[in-house]
Nanobody, 126 residues
Framework: QVQLVESGGGLVQAGGSLRLSCAAS????????MGWFRQTPEKERESVAA????????YYADSVKGRFTISRDNAKNTVYLQMTSLKPEDTAVYYC???????????????????WGQGTQVTVSS
């Protein structure tokens, strides 16, 4: 069982930056692949970025490639999402998610994840 708590959301102007953090409970964090997703009332939950257990493999949605960076610190049981050059269309509730991964793979689809945080709001003003 993993519990996830996101933090770092807020209101920022277009072009600004935010860093989201997701702290995980448990002693086996390094066994989990992690992902960041976002959702608005108008859209289904969409994948933003994902990372495998070691941090050696990452995935980014085309919409955030070159602007967002996912990373993890297994010693701190934390995964991060550094967001730069933010746009109004990045406004959403951001969720982190975890899934046990023995293969070293990462996962980019919501249904592949077993554990979810409560979400943190990111609002980008124009």
């Amino acid at each position: 069982q993993v519990q996830l708590v996101e933090s770092g959301g807020g209101l920022v102007q277009a072009g600004g930056s935010l860093r989201l953090s997701c702290a995980a409970s448990g002693r086996t964090f390094s066994s989990y692949a992690m992902g960041w997703f976002r959702q608005t009332p108008e859209k289904e939950r969409e994948s933003v970025a994902a990372i495998n257990w070691s941090g050696g493999i990452t995935y980014y949605a085309d919409s955030v490639k070159g602007r967002f960076t996912i990373s993890r610190d297994n010693a701190k049981n934390t995964v991060y999402l550094q967001m730069t050059s933010l746009k109004p269309e990045d406004t959403a509730v951001y969720y982190c998610a975890a899934v046990r991964s023995y293969s070293g793979s990462l996962y980019s689809r919501a249904h592949q994840y077993d554990y979810w945080g409560q979400g943190t709001q990111v609002t980008v003003s124009s």
